[in-house]
């Protein structure tokens, strides 16, 4: 229950107002929000597996060992985000889902762009366009991949990827994939259904910040819990 109650509140105070969320709250306003949410919890929940089964790794290390190093690396992370929180714009929330939407932007250009070119063969001389080569994709909705692609370069080595790491090392893995699951699902479907309204309302700074105290809250666990408990 720790490991579960642990995971989905790191996860939720890491995700609000993450690049991840504002990609789908973007996306979700052009196109269809069922397909985005599907396209980005497969790719965090994929991302979230494989750092809990990379964290299971420390496992072949003492418990108590692994229990305290992640211990110690909630503290820093918990100090990071304090002083990261502390030192943010109370407009940072806006600022970043105008960025993203920026980058959104120019990789839907460049999407087009590259979909919209044309090729000759040197030996036959047939044009080919590069629509040929898509068709796999749209097999499969490339909106769907756009959103999982997205999702997934942005989630790699975020600070929720390393928490589940850490988390798996010292928690039950089960705990810690259902709690980072169900987290990532309330993030993303919030994002999906309501991303611009909470954008303009959100208060990254706070929730940064309270980020912080629920890392150092759980590094301080470390002083309650038994390390050598199953």
Not at 6 to 23: M, R, Y
Not at 25 to 49: D, E, K, Y
Not at 76 to 94: N, T
Not at 131 to 142: A, E, I, Q, T, W
């Amino acid at each position: 229950m720790h490991a579960f109650v642990a995971t989905l509140s790191v996860i939720v105070v890491s995700e609000l107002g993450d690049k991840t969320f504002f990609i789908s709250a973007i996306m979700s306003m052009r196109h269809s929000r069922v397909v985005v949410f599907a396209g980005a919890m497969s790719a965090l929940a994929l991302m979230h597996v494989m750092s809990a089964l990379f964290g299971t790794l420390a496992t072949l290390i003492p418990r108590k060992f692994t229990f305290y190093l992640s211990s110690g690396l909630f503290v820093v992370f918990g100090l990071k985000m304090l002083r990261e929180g502390w030192k943010m714009s109370p407009d940072e929330g806006q600022e970043e889902y105008e960025e993203t939407q920026a980058e959104l932007k120019k990789y839907e250009d460049d999407q087009l762009q590259a979909m919209s070119a044309v090729t000759q063969d040197p030996e036959t001389g047939i044009v080919k366009t590069a629509d040929m080569r898509f068709k796999l994709l749209v097999c499969v909705s490339p909106l769907f991949i756009q959103a999982a692609t997205l999702n997934f370069l942005a989630e790699w080595g975020d600070r929720s990827q390393i928490a589940a790491i850490v988390l798996a090392a010292r928690e039950n893995l089960i705990g810690v994939i259902i709690g980072g699951l169900i987290g990532h699902f309330l993030c993303t479907g919030l994002a999906v259904i309501a991303g611009r309204w909470v954008a303009q309302r959100l208060s990254v700074r706070t929730v940064t910040i309270l980020g912080g105290v629920v890392f150092l809250l759980f590094a301080l666990s470390a002083f309650i819990i038994d390390p050598t408990a199953p």
